[in-house]
């Protein structure tokens, strides 16, 4: 069974995705990341914390040289509401702990900032990584985590792939569309031509996700072209590229959001894109003329 976050779990936090990461803890939805509203990790557990360390990560000009895990054994209560057993534990990256071995922490408080860590793409936003472990597991080990599910609706967001860039990165492009349809109010993610919320890096990661369950032999398409089947948990990518104004692009960032300036994530290292610029996306199969160059 799944440890389901409970609602308040989420307060303070403006973004959520069980898939968008590379990372094997998240190919089968068994993590998830939490995006704050500040810079800021806020406990979306409660329980006494047990240990804090620091590791090495890959070494990236744009990051930290070191991240953090804060290991919590939760409350049998919060447990108990999450559908966990008690003496599950919590596991909590990307924070520099300002909690210490013996600290109570209930949902909500502050752990401390949210370090920009080498383990995620420079396009990728500050979070809060969350798995948990089952009692009597290693809480050091990630393989072998829960999975994990969130107890919020996701409302599907209908959008035509076009959209003005608001931002640019080094490595991204944000678009002003999608719109989110309740800002502030509830969460909401880009949907599927069959209305299915999607989660995860269309497609940069190995697999992606939907917010909500979906059939045994269930279908994602984009615009036309089919971009995934349901795999286990979650959505195995078929071999699509995402196009930008017709020219091949690294991927789509896909998330769930409650916050107004929602818009697609172009993940574009070499594309130029300017502020201000019209862009139509679209995706189409790898062995498509258009990526190949010819036709």
Do not use: Q
């Not at 290693?138 to 792939?161: K, Y």
Request: charged fraction near 25%; aromatic fraction near 6%; charge should be negative.
């Amino acid at each position: 069974m799944p440890v389901t976050l409970p609602p308040d779990s989420l307060d303070g936090y403006r973004r959520f995705s069980r898939f968008n990461s590379p990372y094997p803890a998240h190919d089968d939805g068994s993590a998830v990341d939490l995006y704050p509203e500040a810079d800021r990790g806020i406990s979306p557990v409660s329980g006494v914390v047990r240990e804090t360390r620091t590791v090495g990560c890959p070494d990236r000009s744009y990051a930290a040289s070191e991240d953090h895990l804060i290991v919590v054994d939760l409350d049998d209560e919060w447990c108990r509401r999450a559908g966990a057993d008690p003496g599950t534990t919590a596991r909590m990256l990307h924070v520099i702990p300002e909690v210490s071995p013996g600290d109570r922490v209930a949902v909500g408080d502050d752990l401390g900032p949210t370090t920009r860590s080498g383990f995620f793409g420079r396009w990728v936003d500050d979070h809060v990584h969350l798995g948990f472990r089952p009692p009597g597991a290693s809480a050091l080990r990630a393989s072998g985590s829960l999975p994990v599910d969130v107890a919020v609706a996701v409302d599907p967001i209908p959008w035509d792939g076009e959209g003005v860039v608001v931002e640019r990165g080094p490595t991204h492009a944000l678009l002003d569309a999608p719109a989110h349809p309740d800002p502030g109010e509830s969460f909401a993610a880009l949907a599927s031509d069959e209305g299915i919320p999607l989660d995860g890096g269309l497609t940069h990661y190995a697999g992606g996700g939907a917010f909500g369950r979906l059939g045994e032999s269930a279908e994602a398409t984009l615009w036309g072209t089919r971009v995934g089947v349901a795999a286990g948990r979650g959505l195995a990518w078929d071999p699509v590229d995402v196009l930008a104004n017709g020219e091949r692009v690294v991927g789509l960032s896909l998330f769930a959001a409650r916050d107004a300036g929602y818009g697609a994530k172009v993940v574009c290292p070499d594309g130029e894109f300017a502020v201000g610029e019209a862009v139509s996306l679209d995706v189409v199969p790898s062995d498509d003329p258009i990526r190949l160059g010819v036709g």
